[in-house]
């Protein structure tokens, strides 16, 4: 699909949608994406953008996942996300365009009222684990079946899928095979019951942003209902967020005694999904957590 084109395409979405006159584009690269070519866009009338650009075939309805999991965020009026201007493909090209979010200071406040409104966020509930469909982690779909149980959502729906393509692929032997399994029947004594919460579903430190008022802002969202140790653990997975965001979380929404433990399991899946998408550099980490919960 020539740039043109694409460009062309833009233009038309954002003089209808947001009645912004024809004018000359800009499209300024932005590193940072794994598998989307991602722009800033700046008009003739000094109006910016940011759209994400890939492959409809490789990555069928990634982004319109990703605008459903945004927008049904940001119906909760609890954290901002960025506004969806449109999704449309155009070719073999998927786009998405969204508006842009200047960012700003990630002072003791921020970090305080993000704990807050993440808790606000999971205590919103459904009656089973999973979601209404399914959507992506990163650029490998996943399933979110509706289930009764945390547990059995967790195994068949979340480690099982990911093992079972680590084991085809190779990365995964058979002695990682056995702990698995063995981990397994032990979830139920580590995970505590309690009500799905709303998950954010793959939240590192990329994935949120501080907006010029300091308040939180949730992009690329893998959204389901799940436990909320998911989101917590993916926060430490790659360094950890600012204490106070713990200790607001905490005050809002306690955490059970044991939650490391739940973190540490909790973080199986996205090291699974690493040990897939970038291959076996993520097995120590893995090996570590078997090791912990199965010797």
């Not at 155009?90 to 003791?108: A, T």
């Not at 979830?187 to 505590?192: G, H, M, R």
């Not at 959204?223 to 917590?232: A, K, Q, T």
């Not at 926060?235 to 306690?254: C, I, M, N, S």
Request: aromatic share 14%.
């Amino acid at each position: 699909m020539p740039f043109k084109d694409i460009e062309q395409h833009i233009k038309q979405i954002l003089s209808e949608k947001v009645q912004i006159p024809f004018s000359p584009i800009t499209f300024l690269p932005i590193g940072g994406g794994s598998i989307n070519e991602t722009y800033k866009i700046k008009t003739g009338g000094n109006h910016h953008f940011f759209t994400k650009i890939n492959s409809a075939q490789k990555f069928p309805a990634l982004f319109d996942k990703e605008k459903n999991g945004l927008n049904f965020i940001a119906a909760q009026r609890i954290i901002r996300t960025p506004a969806v201007i449109d999704c449309s493909i155009i070719g073999d090209q998927q786009i998405l365009i969204l508006e842009w979010i200047e960012q700003g200071l990630r002072s003791p406040a921020f970090w305080k009222t993000f704990g807050e409104q993440l808790a606000s966020l999971h205590k919103i509930s459904n009656n089973y684990f999973g979601f209404a469909e399914n959507n992506y982690m990163g650029a490998l779909p996943q399933s979110n079946s509706y289930t009764l149980t945390w547990v059995d959502f967790f195994i068949h729906h979340r480690l099982r899928p990911q093992v079972r393509m680590a084991e085809n692929n190779g990365l995964l032997d058979s002695k990682h095979m056995d702990q698995f399994d063995m981990l397994y029947g032990k979830l139920e004594a580590v995970f505590n019951n309690e009500n799905p919460s709303l998950l954010h579903g793959d939240l590192w430190s990329g994935n949120y942003m501080c907006d010029e008022n300091a308040r939180p802002v949730l992009i690329d969202p893998a959204v389901y209902f799940g436990h909320r140790s998911v989101d917590l653990a993916m926060t430490v997975l790659f360094g950890g967020f600012d204490k106070r965001f713990y200790d607001a979380y905490q005050y809002h929404f306690p955490l059970p005694d044991n939650y490391r433990e739940q973190w540490d399991i909790s973080n199986l899946y996205p090291l699974l999904i690493h040990l897939n998408l970038f291959g076996r550099s993520y097995l120590h980490d893995i090996a570590v957590i078997l090791k912990k919960f199965t010797a």
